[in-house]
């Protein structure tokens, strides 16, 4: 049995508008003053002054004023709401002048008003209030939180920025991420309030701002190297070409504390573990960095007497120098959990 057909447009209430439908499409508008233009394939939409525009396909719009953009060929789209503006496929907007652009794919932005996703944002899922996102597979709930190139990234909370890939934000005010000094906050965590995220692969506590974010927070990273050799080598944050000195800000003092342990691969199962307590301070410059006093080296234990830990202030590069000393022949993987205390003024 072939079933009823009511015809290929189909409009229920007043005011409705569908143009140019073909005969192996169905169009339906529902309420009032709902527009269908040409070129648009099976789709419905439902409420009132809500427009589907040509070019989208196999989709639905309900609620009051929204507009499902046929730019970029939307299909499979689901809308509703009030005043949501959308140009994506297989996504799903519900709530209140939101904006998902063209270019943007899967998306999801639900429980939502005055939302902004932007080309890129694929697969990703946005609720609460006024988000700017630009980053695939991203998560983001809360107030006014932004994500300006942070795919993999999720955000939770008030006021927060990531810049990098990666990273995971919470509480209010906090930022992932120096900008233009990549990888510096990539793949961290930034939690607390006010607080800046600077190193690859960090933890970092805001503890609230005096004047500026950044400047009273604490930061857990792990630095590590391998050595093969006799020769002073310095520990870093991150790994491969992503890597990077644990850097201070311009005007800023820190207290560290470095727990290294190192173990020499293969069978001669040579270890030893060493603390380092210290600080420094850097002031308008790298140049300027320097110790404040001594470092203070704890050597818990050591299979091997010419391995060595030290630590040293790098003026170039205006960051904390931790370096590693193995033997020739021996390949020992080092390993350094290591925490700033930070204030900036």
Known sequence: MAGYRLGNKISIGSGNTISGANDDYMMTAIGAYNTIQSGVENCIVGGSGSTIESGAKYSFVFGQSNTLSGSDGPIGTWVGGKDNDVDSAYSLVHGR?????????????????NCTAYAGMDYGLITGYAHEVSGAYCLVAGDTNTISDGDNSAMFGYENTALLSTVIIGGHGNTAGVTGEAPRGLSSMAMGVDGVARFC?????????????????????????????????????????????????????????AQIVARETGTDDNCAAYELLGALDRNASAATTALLGSVTKVVIHEDTAGWDVNATADTTNGSLDVKVTGAVGENVNWVCMLDFTEVVG
């Open 97 to 113: 002048n939101n904006v998902l652009s063209s270019g943007s794919d899967a998306v999801a932005i639900v429980g939502a008003r």
């Open 201 to 257: 692969g960090g933890h970092t506590m805001g503890g609230g701002k005096f004047s500026a974010v950044g400047d009273a927070q604490s930061t857990r990273s792990i630095i590590k190297v391998q050595t093969t050799d006799d020769t002073a080598t310095t520990l870093l944050c991150g790994s491969g070409s992503q890597n990077h000195l644990p850097i201070l800000a311009n005007d800023s003092a820190i207290m560290f504390k």
